[in-house]
């Protein structure tokens, strides 16, 4: 079984729906359509890339599978989802940081 290390250090099973269900978002947040076959196909050609590179035992990170999907968005035609996904993953690693920072700040301030 394929195994995530999270942002956070934790370790997941690798899960397909995730990506359907991210994708599926983006998409939705540019205003484009995709179809279950559309998604199916982005989800299953990420996966069979990470499988290649990393083995049906190995383990992928979070970071590196955002990458492999960016690249299969754009392999498969789909630059503008692929591009909206790219950017709102950067955002977010953005406000994980600075809510991360906030945190640790409050922290000390207790102490």
């Given at each position: 079984?394929?195994n995530?290390?999270?942002?956070?250090?934790r370790?997941?099973?690798?899960?397909?729906?995730?990506i359907?269900t991210?994708?599926?978002?983006?998409?939705?947040?540019?205003n484009?359509?995709?179809?279950k076959?559309d998604?199916?196909?982005?989800?299953?050609e990420t996966?069979?890339t990470?499988?290649e590179?990393?083995?049906?035992?190995?383990q992928?990170?979070?970071?590196?599978?955002?990458?492999?999907?960016?690249r299969?968005l754009?392999?498969?035609?789909?630059?503008?989802?692929?591009?909206d996904f790219?950017?709102g993953?950067?955002?977010r690693m953005?406000?994980?940081?600075?809510?991360k920072?906030?945190?640790?700040?409050e922290?000390?301030?207790k102490?």
């Amino acid at each position: 079984m394929l195994n995530v290390v999270k942002k956070d250090g934790r370790i997941d099973k690798f899960n397909i729906e995730k990506i359907k269900t991210s994708v599926g978002n983006s998409a939705s947040d540019s205003n484009i359509q995709l179809t279950k076959k559309d998604l199916d196909i982005i989800a299953r050609e990420t996966k069979r890339t990470i499988v290649e590179v990393r083995g049906e035992n190995g383990q992928t990170s979070s970071y590196e599978i955002r990458g492999v999907i960016v690249r299969v968005l754009k392999e498969l035609g789909f630059r503008q989802i692929a591009e909206d996904f790219y950017k709102g993953e950067k955002i977010r690693m953005r406000e994980d940081i600075i809510r991360k920072r906030e945190e640790e700040e409050e922290f000390e301030d207790k102490e």
